[in-house]
């Protein structure tokens, strides 16, 4: 990940999204405390992961009866989340970019995806799960009439690299770029190339590793 400027590392960030995703699993079903180390157990981690975590970004808490759960989520919203609001946008509304939107829209606040642009007469025009989408020869314009500050790519491989320079020009903060093509941005736009494929053959290989390990144990 490139130009993050905060003094709280990115694997912490990481994982504050994901104690804050089983806390608020945890209130739903009516549980007001938590202790470290069922936190730790839900996101296989350790405790003392989980306590220094929460002492990096200051909180503090009666652990006697385990964190309290509400207040916590509200004390790591305070450290994840804007003051106002963020709009993002999607390029690319094939089956990624739909899945995408109907995967995210209305689970955090404070992130909303607004508009889509793709530029396929078929979808452009139309308003998709909800989403109005643009043609791409408007993205600049209408990021700026819509105060757009992200956007997730989920274009075709090819087409990743073209669109590098329409985001520079539309002022975008930062990219989630789902493609197979790394893309890179200057100083200043925050960039996290998440490539499905990699992270598959990744887990592809260690599955493997762990098959011939336990074959090699039996014989």
Aim: glycine content about 8%.
């Amino acid at each position: 990940m490139a130009t993050l400027t905060n003094t709280i590392p990115e694997k912490t960030i990481e994982r504050l999204s994901e104690y804050r995703r089983t806390l608020l699993a945890c209130h739903k079903q009516g549980i007001t405390h938590i202790f470290s180390h069922v936190l730790a157990g839900i996101n296989g981690i350790t405790a003392v992961q989980v306590r220094r975590d929460l002492m990096l970004i200051g909180f503090s808490s009666d652990t006697k009866k385990g964190y309290d759960v509400p207040v916590l989520i509200e004390y790591i919203s305070s450290i994840l989340d804007s003051q106002t609001p963020m709009n993002i946008a999607i390029i690319g509304m094939g089956h990624l970019g739909q899945a995408i939107t109907k995967y995210f829209n209305g689970k955090r606040l404070k992130l909303k995806i607004t508009a889509a642009f793709d530029i396929d007469p078929a979808k452009v025009g139309q308003t998709i799960d909800g989403i109005p989408c643009y043609h791409m020869d408007s993205f600049e314009r209408t990021v700026e009439e819509r105060d757009i500050s992200l956007v997730i790519v989920s274009s075709p491989t090819k087409v990743a690299p073209s669109l590098v320079l329409p985001i520079i020009n539309a002022g975008i903060k930062g990219v989630l770029n789902f493609t197979s093509t790394p893309l890179n941005f200057p100083q200043g736009i925050v960039v996290e190339n998440y490539d499905i494929t990699t992270l598959l053959e990744k887990v592809a290989y260690f599955v493997k590793e762990n098959e011939e390990g336990a074959g090699s144990n039996n014989g």
